[in-house]
């Protein structure tokens, strides 16, 4: 509960966010206070919900807390397993990514043996240590744990799924920083067609991925990026804001790259 009311230190400027907060905050309580005499499993569900939700919303000292205080407390199985995932997540958006890679493992070790090799969740483990390596540019490392997040993905969740375009962004991303543009682009592009599919091209996704696209091709010297870039900065606009920091992130990695051309 008392992570719960932390929730409500929050502050936002969003009056519609303000609202979400405070819902937060009263299903939570209401969770808790209700897990009297309920199984394990559910005072380990709606901590890891719980935990989550600090994660998401800034609150990483007391997301972490809930994770280290659960992982003390279980020897082994499933939910250790997804407890020291959420664990190498919030050490992850903390830039501890060697940290990270740590509790990642143990989870994969523990996940792989429960739910089998080619579990969606296993998948997702096995990315989430590609995305702490990428991020410490260690690339051919990370190249390897994308590419077998890949073929469980496909295999699993299918070859026109968001998680299979969500995984060839990233390697995609990788590739290019090792030099290897054509299959980069080739790549990229897969996933925006996926993407435009399932989501559509108004969606966020899309646009970013896109705007990879453009960015590719303008350093290609090829005019129809910076069209491409511009159309996907509108579609972030419309649906984040400008003033949204995703929005402005991109917006100034176009005004710079179009300068340096």
């Known amino acids: 509960l008392e992570a719960v009311g932390r929730i409500a230190s ?19 309580e209401e969770g808790v206070r209700n897990l009297r005499g309920k199984s394990p499993a559910a005072h ?6 719980l935990s989550q939700h600090l994660r998401r919303t800034g609150l990483y000292s007391e ?5 280290r205080t659960v992982c003390a407390m279980l020897l082994d199985g499933e939910w250790l397993g997804y407890f020291l995932n959420e664990l190498g997540l919030t050490l992850h958006r903390q830039g501890r990514f060697e940290d990270a890679v740590g509790q990642y493992s143990r989870s994969l070790s523990i996940l792989e043996p429960a739910l089998g090799l080619e579990h969606e ?9 590609g995305q702490a390596l990428h991020s410490q540019h260690r690339y051919r490392e990370a190249l390897d744990f994308y590419r077998r997040g890949l073929l469980i993905y496909e295999r699993r ?4 799924s968001t998680s299979t375009a969500g995984t060839l962004y990233r390697i995609a991303q990788v590739l290019e920083k090792l030099g290897e543009t054509p299959e980069a682009l080739d790549l990229m592009q897969r996933a925006f067609q996926i993407e435009k599919g399932v989501l559509g091209e108004g969606h966020m996704n899309t646009a970013m991925t896109s705007f990879e696209i453009g960015r590719m091709l303008l350093l290609r010297y ?3 990026g910076e069209s491409r870039m511009s ?6 606009s419309e ?20 300068r340096s051309m």
Do not use: N, Y
């Open 157 to 160: 969740t299918g070859k026109d």
């Open 222 to 224: 090829d005019a129809t």
């Open 239 to 258: 649906q984040l804001g400008d003033s949204h920091p995703t929005t402005q992130q991109f917006r100034v990695r176009f005004e710079e790259l179009i």
């Open 231 to 236: 159309e996907a900065l509108r579609v972030l």
């Open 10 to 28: 929050i502050t936002s400027t969003d009056p519609l966010e303000l609202v979400a907060l405070r819902s937060m905050r009263l299903h939570f």
């Open 44 to 49: 380990l569900w709606i901590g890891l919900r």
């Open 63 to 67: 997301a972490e807390e809930i994770c």
């Open 121 to 129: 969740e296993t998948a997702t483990t096995i990315v989430a240590i």
